[in-house]
């Protein structure tokens, strides 16, 4: 059987699907629920080269596409965007190119991150405390340390300094989060 996805070993077939929950309609029918405002309706996005056997030929273009409006509406400064953001980041889905849409969407954030609230900005540290103690370092975790320097409560900064102090394989973190210690 043939994997990708490095050392998480996903099934080509599904590292090439949709995550359940993500379809095209399903992401417009979060904006819609949260109230957002930008459109994220995308109009005949196809893949022709997208081989016979992949599961979702047809749908996974729509889901790509879709999260690019996404990104798109995240730089318009859409709140429902930025929500969706968030699940997809908290989602941790490992797919085809699943870990450069959250670097993107990480990206977004970190320049707007004054318009994250408390909450939002508690699930993000959240989650990115337990990645680190998960030791999961995927290919966007470097926009995560430049989001989480931006957002990072004190609270967050004491538990990275114990974190940082006690884990010699983990000192390196201090030094990317220096602008907030």
Known sequence: MITLGGRYRIPVAQYQAVPSGWTAPEIQ??????????????????????????KDRKGWPMYRATLDRVVAGLKAGDAGCREIALRYIELRYI????????????????????????????RLEDHFLLLLER??????????????????????????????MTDERRAWLMQRLAKVA
């Open 29 to 54: 029918g979060m904006q819609d629920m949260l109230r957002g405002g930008f459109a994220l309706n995308v109009a005949g996005a196809d893949d022709p080269y997208g081989p016979a056997w992949m």
């Open 95 to 122: 797919g085809s190119c699943s870990g450069y849409l959250r670097g993107r969407m990480a990206k977004v954030l970190r320049r707007d991150a004054a318009a994250l609230d408390a909450r939002q900005r508690r």
């Open 135 to 164: 030791g999961e370092h995927t290919h966007e975790f470097q926009q995560y340390l430049r989001l989480w320097r931006a957002i990072a409560s004190d609270k967050t900064v004491g538990r990275l300094r114990r974190v940082a």
